[in-house]
């Protein structure tokens, strides 16, 4: 698989990945071995990951929480009508999606007790992210075993930006057999030293900001890889490169705002990447 193509169709038109497999490539130039290795290690670094909706499938989630909570209620909420309201909403990931949705539940109810049941959303919740073993997203973990066992050779750091706390974080990543991987892993419980009155975490940058200081860097050496566009929007204001790789829960989100889509990683290799960012840098820099 050419994971230039991607880059080609991205840059004319915002084609993804998958949509670009389908043309022929004779008509893409493709950077010398030279060229490539330079801008790869004098572009990018290190690579950022997401955690929820990135390495693991956490997207059923979401409905158990409210469930829960409407079953205390007395309520059995309907799947189907609850993931219908949150894509016309695009409220997979959203900020202050909370709010709008015990409202909701409230609607649903016929009368208003939105903080019992925000109560009973936490504490479920929080239970379920500690018992729960959501599966990982294979091709995605997959690629980052393989970039785990080349970051040295490939002088890179990878690190890992979730919204998530730092205890779930850690859970998952030993869960999956990756922890070893990660240079730095960046929490919402590691943001103390950021301060601003609409919040701290995702979208706002302060979580990527946060991720390059630790690993030394600057953020336009960093690719951020995230599934929604709350950590899109993260990624790009903090000056990552932002790479989208929506899952089922976040695929109707606009994407628009990343720098690169994909629809998957499976058969991508890290020079695939690499090459790729490189010219996507280049091509970023040229535009300037």
């Not at 900001?209 to 690719?223: D, R, V």
Request: hydrophobic residues 40%.
């Amino acid at each position: 698989m050419n994971f230039l193509i991607a880059l080609f169709f991205m840059l004319i038109g915002g084609f993804s990945i998958g949509q670009a497999n389908a043309l022929q490539t004779s008509n893409i130039r493709k950077p010398s071995s030279q060229t490539a290795a330079k801008n790869q290690h004098a572009n990018i670094k290190a690579i950022i990951f997401d955690c929820d909706g990135t390495l693991i499938d956490n997207g059923i989630g979401y409905f158990l929480d409210w469930q829960h909570a409407l079953q205390c209620q007395g309520y059995e909420l309907n799947a189907d009508a609850f993931w219908d309201f949150m894509n016309k909403n695009r409220l997979v990931g959203a900020p202050g999606a909370d709010e709008v949705i015990v409202q909701y539940c409230c609607e649903l109810l016929g009368r208003k007790c939105a903080d019992e049941i925000l109560k009973d959303k936490k504490t479920f919740s929080t239970a379920l992210h500690q018992t729960y073993e959501f599966p990982a997203i294979e091709p995605t973990v997959n690629f980052l075993r393989a970039l785990g066992k080349e970051k040295a050779n490939l002088g890179l750091k990878i690190g890992l930006a979730s919204a998530n706390t730092k205890e779930n974080i850690i859970r998952v990543l030993k869960r999956l057999n990756v922890d070893q991987y990660f240079d730095v892993i960046v929490s919402a419980d590691d943001l103390s030293e950021y301060s601003d009155p609409e919040g701290i975490n995702k979208p706002k940058p302060y979580i990527y900001l946060q991720a390059a200081k630790l690993l030394g860097l600057h953020p336009e050496q960093c690719a951020a890889i995230e599934d929604s566009r709350t950590g899109i929007s993260s990624a790009v204001s903090a000056g990552c490169i932002a790479i989208a790789i929506p899952n089922a829960y976040t695929a109707q989100q606009d994407l628009s705002h990343a720098h690169l889509k994909v629809i998957s990683f499976v058969d991508m290799t890290p020079n695939d990447f690499l090459h790729t960012m490189a010219n996507l840098k280049l091509t970023m820099q040229s535009a300037d």
